[in-house]
């Protein structure tokens, strides 16, 4: 439900009980929220994105909607940055209107660029009807200061100084690009903050409307910008010189209803190139009437041979893929997120050494924070998190994969005087690669409001135990191109089989490869893994032994089932489809083996490892999923304590590769990470 609150002469639509995500998307439908490409920020509305890349990070400077607003209500410039284009860190602002002594005005803080250069980031403000200002700072986070006292451009006859865009050019030469609805153009001088020669009127580019981004790529020039109002969509011209001529080229993204306005920013980021927009997204959540609150998205795009852009889809439909993994290894501040609907942040204190530095507040029952492909490797021990509460606090539920998935752990925050404190609990079935969910419960006397997260951590298990045999080798084996399936594997005898001295298990059922098509292993996210390995390709999957020989129809193939003994600890499946002569890449496999216990056997835990994501279930039951872009060291995950019943355990484990080779390794290890041998493998 939803409460009113009328101020003054607005409305602020405030969450009771339940977030109005959880409205917008029950329970049962929450796994359609990720597969939207939603907007990257959801605790402010941003708009006009301005991303710069320095070394590892994405520097996004965005513009401000206030919550209240109507129409336009900008006062302030803000700073959110990643590493891996999917999780988020606020920066909270870095610059305002009141940065501007020569303004004293409290709205116009209109689309801002920022461009880094000898040490310096410098920032391109415009203010709605007086020009554009220019601030420098030492630091992306600031503080930014106004370095000539008045506008770097002024035009009083008419309204076009907004939208500026910066580019440096090869030979060290800057330009400024701006303007709506005309474009204009200086040369910037070597300190960035001054200009020569005349202000230059572009001739008008076909769709042009504002919002022009500026950049090179390959020896040519790109002007995208925001394409005729409205709806607008993003536009882009080329050219082989930076002043122009201008040649239009069509849309990066068509005009479309379903957003108003639109901000190009176009950057290249570890391989990929991206497009950044705005839209409405967040702001439909909760409402369907227009007010100028609005939201940045972002989506991979891609160029043609001859360096035009491919068209994309609207923003919802577009990919945004995480380019590597997030160490949860290490203070990370709660404003870090891919998804947080509900909540809100704030300076944790402004006047200290680090302003940028945020507090997660306005925290109800229900709402969560989604830190996405989280790499926990071997596994965690505890979770600690600084937080605050005045009045009777509340819980983080530690999840997986979803807010009602496994649950790993319940840290409790009772009334800590609105001290910052630090409370530790142990968690448990968390390891590899898992879409991590800090969901949060508030109590029977409080539901709102129910404390401040400052930051978070997890505390890795430590090694495994040293064992006493030798790790296992598979030099004494000789690469035989081509693969031949007898240089790894023999076919499973009569009777059962034994674990190796190691504990490794070598007897298994493999299906011959399900072609699943994928561009990289870096895809293979804890929620990727969910939609493809969790599916039933045919019947009686996960918990029914198939035997030799057996055949399964998957997408018209008919797929047979090998019944094989490994000759080495580690289960060559590239091997096996090549020998086989079917496909190596971008392919699921199966495997499946009985345990058969002589007594039932607890305490145990299942440890594996792939090359490159896996699942496994024991009986049907998930058990342990390794995800990401992953290459086998041995067994480098472990399962939760589990319980082998006595008699038959179906073990059945899911591969999936991209590019790469694939292989897996499975042993059961007790308490102290010692193997567990005490069983046979019968799966024929």
């Not at 391109?124 to 930014?144: N, Q, T």
């Not at 930051?455 to 890795?460: D, L, V």
Request: aromatic letters at 12%; a negative charge.
């Amino acid at each position: 439900m939803t409460e009113i609150i009328h101020i003054s002469d607005y409305m602020i639509m405030k969450k009771i009980l339940l977030p109005l995500a959880l409205m917008a998307f029950p329970t049962a439908a929450i796994a359609s929220v990720p597969a939207f490409n939603m907007p990257l920020v959801q605790t402010k509305f941003t708009a006009d994105p301005a991303p710069v890349v320095v070394n590892d990070t994405v520097y996004l400077y965005t513009t401000h909607d206030e919550d209240n607003a109507e129409g336009f209500l900008m006062k302030d410039w803000l700073l959110y940055t990643s590493t891996d284009m999917v999780n988020w860190q606020d920066r909270g602002a870095v610059a305002s209107l009141k940065d501007f002594k020569w303004y004293d005005g409290d709205n116009g803080a209109w689309a801002e660029q920022v461009v880094y250069r000898n040490g310096k980031w410098y920032m391109y403000c415009p203010i709605h009807g007086h020009g554009i200002g220019v601030l420098v700072a030492d630091s992306p986070y600031g503080p930014f200061k106004d370095p000539i006292g008045k506008p770097l451009v002024w035009q009083k006859e008419h309204w076009d100084d907004i939208d500026p865009t910066v580019w440096i050019d090869d030979d060290g030469q800057a330009y400024m690009y701006w303007g709506n609805p005309n474009l204009y153009c200086v040369k910037l001088n070597e300190d960035m903050v001054s200009w020569s020669g005349d202000i230059i009127k572009l001739p008008k580019i076909k769709d042009y409307q504002e919002g022009p981004w500026f950049y090179k790529r390959n020896g040519k020039y790109y002007m995208a910008f925001a394409s005729t109002c409205c709806p607008e969509g993003i536009g882009y011209a080329m050219s082989d010189g930076p002043l122009g001529p201008w040649e239009y080229k069509g849309h990066v993204m068509d005009h479309t209803p379903r957003t108003r306005g639109n901000h190009p920013g176009i950057i290249q980021y570890k391989g990929k190139d991206y497009c950044f927009g705005l839209n409405y997204d967040v702001f439909r959540l909760s409402d369907s009437r227009h007010a100028e609150r609005r939201s940045i998205s972002a989506a991979e795009m891609t160029y043609n041979p001859d360096g035009t852009i491919r068209e994309l889809p609207y923003f919802l439909e577009c990919n945004l893929d995480q380019v590597e993994p997030f160490n949860p290894y290490r203070t990370v501040e709660a404003e870090t997120m891919a998804w947080g609907y509900g909540l809100k942040t704030v300076p944790k204190n402004q006047w200290g050494p680090e302003p940028w530095n945020q507090l997660v507040t306005d925290i109800d029952d229900g709402e969560y924070i989604l830190v996405k492909g989280v790499d926990f490797g071997r596994g965690a021990k505890s979770f600690t998190a600084s937080a605050s509460s005045h009045l009777y606090g509340g819980v983080v539920e530690i999840r997986v994969g979803s807010p009602d998935g496994p649950l790993a752990g319940t840290l409790t925050i009772g009334c800590t005087k609105d001290e910052l404190t630090d409370i530790t609990v142990p968690v448990s079935g968390l390891s590899g690669v898992r879409d991590l969910y800090l969901v949060f419960r508030g109590n029977d006397r409080q539901k709102r409001n129910l404390f401040n997260l400052d930051s978070w951590s997890f505390t890795p298990l430590p090694e495994p135990v040293a064992m006493s045999f030798p790790a296992p080798r598979q030099t004494e084996y000789k690469i035989q191109t081509p693969t031949r399936l007898s240089d790894y594997f023999t076919e499973a005898g009569p009777g059962c089989a034994s674990p190796s001295a190691e504990g490794f298990i070598g007897r298994w059922m493999l299906l011959e490869p399900i072609v699943k098509p994928n561009r990289s292993n870096v895809v293979f996210t804890d929620s990727y893994l969910d939609r493809n390995l969790d599916t039933l390709y045919f019947r009686d999957q996960f918990v029914s032994l198939p035997r030799r020989g057996d055949k399964v129809k998957v997408d018209g193939r008919k797929l047979a089932w090998h019944a094989l003994d490994s000759k080495l600890y580690n289960v060559k499946l590239y091997r096996f489809a090549a020998a086989l002569k079917k496909p190596v890449y971008g392919v699921i496999f199966q495997a499946a083996t009985v345990i058969d216990c002589p007594e039932e056997i607890s305490g145990v835990r299942l440890s594996a490892g792939s090359n490159s994501a896996s699942k496994w279930w024991i009986n049907g039951k998930e058990v342990l999923s390794l995800s990401g872009d992953r290459r086998m060291v041995a067994d480098d995950a472990m399962s939760a304590p589990l319980t082998l019943a006595k008699g038959r355990n179906i073990l059945w484990g899911s591969v999936i590769n991209g590019p790469g080779m694939s292989d897996f390794c499975v042993r059961f290890v007790d308490a102290d990470g010692k193997p567990v041998t005490g069983f046979k493998i019968c799966n024929l």
